[in-house]
Every structure is written in C-alpha cells, then in structure tokens.
C-alpha cells in the first residue's frame, strides 16, 4: 500500500518534470525574449509545486512502512534511490525553492542578454543573489547531511563524490597538465610543421550541416522517433528519454565545432534513451548522475570521435552531405590535426580535452572559496583572472563575455556541478580501455560505422543499469576496478605526445 | 486578504496553465512521435493538478469574503469573472478531468497517426470513449448550471449563448444559404466565364511562403517579441499573451491557403498579444470566449483578407518575396477570384466563409443529438453523410479523412465548440460595419497597408476589455446593437452576388 502510495506520486513528480524538462528546452530553442519572464514565473511555481510534492512530511512515513514491506530486488533499488532523494530534497523548504529557481532564472535571461555585450556590471548583482541562493542552500544539505557545505552541493550532481577524493585527483591532474600542455603543445608545434593546418573550404551552410549530423548521430544509434535536434546558444541535451531534446549551434566558417557539439550531446542522448522504459517514473531507472552522464558524452567525443578509426568512416559521409571539395587530398592525419588541436583558451567548452581540466579545477577551486564565503561576487573577475594566468597564461581582465560569463552554469544556479566533467571524462577514458579488451574489434567495427556492439556494451554497463548502483559500483562491475586516473593521462600521452 | 489569498491562487492557476500551453503548442509543432505517451500522461495530471487547485473547496469562502470586503471597479470585475469560472469548475471532480483528458490525449494522438489512412474503424472505439466522457461531462455541467445538457458545454466556450438563441439564428442562415449558395455559384460560373481563373506560377518554396507571411504578419500588427510563427498539420493560435505560438501549414503548388492560414490566426494573435498585461493571472484579463476569439480571426481573414482594398497593398508584398512573376498582368479581381471562389467541399478548414456555416450547422446538429443521446459513435458517419448530402451534395461514405475525421476538435473532448466559429462570423461582419462608419477611411488605409487605427480601434473594443463583460455587452458598446445577423447575411450578398 505504501509503494503503491509511492508509485503514484513519482507518477505525478515525473509529469511535473517532464513538463519542466521541454519548458526548459523549448525556452532555449524557441521562446520570444518577451516570453521569458512569464516562463520564469511558471517554471518557478513548477519547481515549487514539485518540491512541496516530494518532499511532503508523510512520505517519511510511506518510505518507512515500503522498507518493512515484501518488496522484490527491483522495488528494492527503487525504493532506496528515492528514499535518497526524499532526504536531499527535505532540507529545503518549498518557498525557498521558488525564490531561488526565480532568481536563477531571471539571472539567466539577463546573462542570455548581457553576455554578448560582456557587461558584468549589470550582470553582478542578480549573480550575487544567485550566490546568496547557493551559500544558503549548501548550509541547509549541510546541515542536513553531515558533508560540507560544498560537498553536499556536488553530492547533488554525482553521488558520493567528496572534496576529499577529488581534490588529490585534481592535484594530480593539474600537476601533470602544467607540464603536459606546454609539451604537447611543443609537439604539436613540430607537427604542425610537418604537416601544416589545412584551410577548410568554407562556407559551410547550416542546413547541409545539420543534415550531416542528423546522418551521423542515426548511424550511432540516435533514435529520432525519441528525439530531435535543434539549434540553441549552448548545445544541451534536454527533454525526456522519450522525448530528447538535442541543441548544436553552427558556424558557416567551419563545421568542425558544430558536429563536435552534436556528437557530445548524443553521447548525452543515447544514456538518455537507453535507459530503461519500464517503470520509467522511478528515479531508479534515470541516470546515475552528472558524473556517469558526461562520461557518457566524452566516451563519443573523446574515445571515438576524436581517433583516426572514426574519421575512416566518417569522411565519405561528410564528401557526401558538405560536398566532395570538402576534404579532397585530405589524409585522415590532415583531419586529426584540425580536431585534436591543442590551444591555451578562454572557453571552456571549446577548450579541447588537454587543457579542459584545467578550466573546470578553475570552476571547481573558485567554487569552493565562494560556496565557503572567502570571495564575494565582485571579487571573481580578479580571482578568475588570476587563475587564467597561472593555469592557461591568459588574461581575462577585460573581457567577460569569455571570463567569468562564458557559462551558463552559475547564472542557474548550478554550483558543484563543474567536476563532474573532468570526473567524466576520466571514466570515460577507463570505459574505453576496459570496452577494447573485451571486444578488441571494436575500433575496427568504428571504422564500418557499426556501433550495435559498442553500444550494446554501453546499454549493458551503463544506460540500463539506471540509479541502481553508485558511480564507484559502476564503474567497478564494467572495468573490474575503481576510478583509475591513469588511464585518462595514459589516453592523453598516447593522443598527443607520441 | 481572502483577495489576496486568492491573487496568489490565480498566479499558480496562471503558471500551470502557461506549461499546459506551450506543451501543447510543442506536441503540435516540434515533439516527435515516440513522445506522445508521456506527453499524454503528463499533460493528463498537469489538468488534474490545474483543476484540483482551482476548484478547492476553501475557495468559495475565500470568494464569499471577498465579495463583502472593499473592492475597487477592476477588483469586482475579477472576482466576478474568477467566481463564474470556479462555479463551472466545481462541477467536475479531478479525477474525472484527469480520466477525461487522457483519453482525449490519447484519441487525439491515434486521429493524427490514422486520419491519413482513413482508417475509422480503429479510430471509431477511442473517439466513442471521449463521447461517453463529454456525456458524462454534459450531465454534470446540467446538474450544476440548470442548462440543458449541451448548452452547459456551449456555456464553456462562449458564455451565455444557448441553443434556444442559436437554433433559431442557424435556422435563418441555413434556409438562406441554401438557395444562396447555389445562386452564388451561377454567378461565379458567369464571372468565371469572363475572367477565367488564372494558373498560379508554382512551385512556392515553403522558406519563402514563410517570409512572406511573416512580413505580413509584422505590419499587420503582430508582435514577434511575444510570439512566432511555426509549423503544424492544423493551424491553430496557442501558447500565452507574451509568448503566442501561431502555425499555418504549407503547399508548395499553392501559396494561397499557407497564407490564409496565417492571416487566419493572426487575427487570433493580435487579440492575445492585444489582452491587459496588469494583472494577466487573473481571469477578466483573459480573451471573451471563442466567439470572440472566431471573430478577431474573421474579422481579419474575412472582413479585410478577402476584399480588393487588402490586395492593393499585399500584391507588391507578395511580388517581392515570391517573385514578380508570380501576379504579373494580374488585375485585383484576378486574384479575388481566386481567394473568394466558392465551393461545395468536404473540409471546414478549407471552406469558403459562404459554405462553411453549413459545415458548423452540420456539426452542431449532431453534436445536439450525440450529447443528447440520440446517436452512437457508430452512426456518425451514416449521419454525417446525410447532412453533407442534404447540405452541400457530397458524399462522405467512403472517405472518412475527410468526412468525420478531418477536425480535431471531436478527439480533443471540445463538443460545444463549433458553433462559436459562425457566430463569430457573424460578429466580424458587424464589427467591421460599425468600425466603418466610425472610420470611413479605413478600408482606404488598409490598401496604403496601414494598420494603426484599425487595431487601435480593435484593442479599444474588443481585446482591452479582456472579460470584463459578455459577449452581448461586448457587441452593444462597440456596435451600438445587439449580434445581428444582417450584416453577414448583406456582407455574403455584397461580395458574392453583386
């Protein structure tokens, strides 16, 4: 009786967030500017509605009676990953809840807004507000938890990771980056030097673009009956396993940075898409978390994209929807010059694999001292200045729009989200590893274009499993060992320094 | 503070609604086929949710006490309209509307997936159980309201009108319009005679229909800050006053019922995008009734779309986007031939304004006898063709697309609905007489393409009086009378028999 009582209401919690879900996209890919402030209104009254819903008193109760019940392995899992998300959601009182979606919303549209003007004058305060939100916030899942404040913010977006664990493995990273990214940066100076950086023969018109990346995500195993792809300021990845709501933006100069942001996000879709049906509306059958998410996204961007064995299957598709002019006297060496180019930049997400950590252990350092109330917001274009010249040896100072504007993560109000990326991208680089020693043809098969047995692999390891194992569990069952840094440095000495 | 009790509940109402809309909006335009079902399920409890908030029973208290606190004019206007509202409301229990939704969403999505094929008999069990609901709903609304059963639901879209005032009216217009429309067509077959009808220059790239009626759009007063315009299998004006989501769909042999489409629901659209902004949550800020809303369309698409003085300014328009050669050696009356050739068809939406009140007079002929019992689902389409064969002598037996599955509206639950599209016909003729007598020079000032007094004189009477006042009162401020339907009945003589 008391799973039934719950079985209902994550029916009503899952029409709620289906709801948000293609608000959120649709904002993003089609709302009028004069839409947004009603849309920031209902979306906040949403939220609210959903948190006063799953966090009600009673649910205690119902969770309480479900445990001392006969329940099967599979009730099991689904009553132990809610009951996880009853206690980090019941710290937070509904009205907060509301003013604080409000205030991240509102801060959004104006960073949509002010951005491309780099105005951070007028963009602080609403992003001081959105700070305020977030100290207030960590202190409540604090409090409420026992982690630290920060900690409990990450714990949100990837469970079970801690300040304590990552900080060592960032430390490691960034020791390691500091020294790798001027040497490969010195070889790729030599290389470039042998074979120099072809010019691609532009324009690129969108249309031809998108049906290109229609093409190929397809072939990878989109499936476009439960998605769609559109065009929006930052690619995502929204909507509904049933539904995927996929974004790129494109530039008529070049199509590489297009097609890399559609071949992200369907890393991004396929998880989305290859959970489990059954039962979908528990939160057992979603996705782990941030973490196991864009392991998801960089398993396609860094482990098969970006390796010549894609690129062997992948040009005749491009000759035949670009045009053949496209890479005519093209080797593949002349394609992987382009896509794995190493530069010291200011963005992030066109930073490419070797200096991205750098980027996020920025985030994700920044973070700690605003979440713990050592910096205010008016302090951030100094600290993240400062950080960019130590890091990356660039100055931000006076520019923005590409220093601390560039997300949209912040004016969400997303804090402790950022190390999941690096986080990321170190599984999937043991994914990768683990994946070729079971199926040692896998490259080969990439290079037909086959993905059924590859992605059969990641249904079984990953997509299907849903939230019923921790992100270390996980990793465990599919590699045979836990989080291993080793193998994301050992993928990166391997791509750029042999 | 029972008003403000209540201004709260109007802004989550308003927030709820907002979703609802855009969601529906989307399903139309952009969701893909393997969403629908929880598209359907979500769309389902977000109705629940909307209905059980708004019809609680504490509300009635809450009105009670504000009727006998202090209330200013535009405060009594709201809690009158609010109170009348949640009178209709309470008649329906949640779960009914819950159950009544979902197998309309359900009908809706199986009639876009079998009108195609035709296929009736697979449609014909669904659309029987949106009937057994909408005779259920009849009942309660009866019981509640003292109406009859399907005057109760008439009340919902355009309140006040009843079967004993529109029997009568559709009486008269169809007597008329059966000895005028073939009377109108032996004219049109003498005027085509001297003026053949001329070959359009197809093809019209649908990219290029879309500007043209875009730019159209623009300077007939439509507001793309609070609005776009997209794509569907049935045009329709959706979404909310600051964010309107109006579609048309395309031909590429005709550019002609695209456009028309699109004027169509620019009318709709101005008049939301025309409703007060202050206080918009409440109710008597909201669009009249669908009568109302039927005559902005018409007002536009009939009263100013169709006549000589719109395609002295709209043909340069159309050269430009189209191409020269589309109207070259065209005369205007070349074109009104075209846009004003009468029919006998099987479509609504396709109908000419002279045959299609015969469409609606069919449709609320049997929706009187479906809601009064008198008929099953399964006589509909037996039923249906004698009408169609009395009306307008065609035969629907062997095409069910286009006999009684051509509309939504039946698989969408919306009995009660169709009579307000000629009323408001009927509305717009003599709006349009009435603003001419006040503006003599407007029709001059539509062919210089110029709007402003037009539409201000459209904001003043009808759109910034949101629902403030019924429909008849409505009618007498602006036009001095009470609905009369000489001025159609002259309108129809004047255009097609003279």
Known sequence: ?????????????????????????????????????????????????????????????????????????????????????????????????????????????????????????????????????????????????????????????????????????????????????????????????????????????????????????????????????????????????????????????????????????????????????????????????????ESQSLFVEMQIVRSPMFWKWVIPLISEHLGSHVFENWEIEDVLVHVNLIERGFIRVDADEVTYPLHVILRYELEQDLIGQKIEVHHIPEAWNAKMEEYLGLSTLDNMSDGPMQDVHWPAGLFGYFPSYTLGALMAAQQWASLVKQIPTAPSQIEQGNFNEINAWRAKNVWQKGSRFSTTQMMEQATGEPLNPAYFIAHLQQRYAK
Chains 1, 2 share one sequence.
């Open 1 to 293: 009786m008391s799973y039934k009582n719950l079985d209902h209401l994550n029916q009503t919690l899952h029409a709620l967030s289906h709801a948000m879900a293609i608000l959120g996209a649709d904002e993003a890919t089609n709302m009028p500017t004069g839409g947004g402030a009603e849309r920031a209104n209902s979306l906040s009254a949403l939220t609210a509605m959903h948190h006063e819903k799953a966090s009600a008193p009673h649910i205690a109760d119902w969770i309480e009676k479900a445990e001392n019940s006969k329940l099967d392995t599979d009730q099991k899992h689904a009553l132990a990953e809610f009951k996880r998300l009853y206690e980090q959601r019941t710290c937070l009182p509904a009205e907060f809840v509301g003013a604080k979606t409000k205030s991240a919303m509102k801060c959004e549209q104006l960073w949509r807004e002010l951005r491309p003007k780099g105005d951070w004058k007028s963009f602080a305060p609403a992003l001081g507000e959105v700070i305020s939100f977030a100290r207030e916030e960590a202190q409540m899942r604090s409090h409420n938890t026992g982690l630290k404040p920060y900690d409990a913010m990450i714990d949100q977006y990837d469970p079970g990771n801690k300040m304590a664990d990552i900080d060592p493995v960032f430390a490691e990273l960034k020791v390691f980056l500091k020294s790798f990214v001027p040497e490969a940066l010195e070889i790729q100076k030599q290389r470039l030097a042998d074979r120099p950086l072809k010019p691609l023969n532009a324009p690129f018109p969108v249309e031809k673009q998108r049906s290109l990346g229609q093409s190929i995500m397809k072939q990878m195993g989109f499936d476009f009956n439960n998605g769609r792809l559109d065009t929006s300021h930052h690619p995502f990845c929204g909507g509904v396993p049933t539904d995927v709501r996929m974004t790129t933006r494109y530039q008529t100069d070049t199509f590489l940075p297009g097609l890399m942001g559609i071949l992200h996000e369907t890393g991004h879709a396929q998880y989305e898409q290859g959970l489990p049906r059954d039962n979908a509306h528990w939160p057992h059958n979603q996705a782990r978390g941030m973490g196991m998410h």
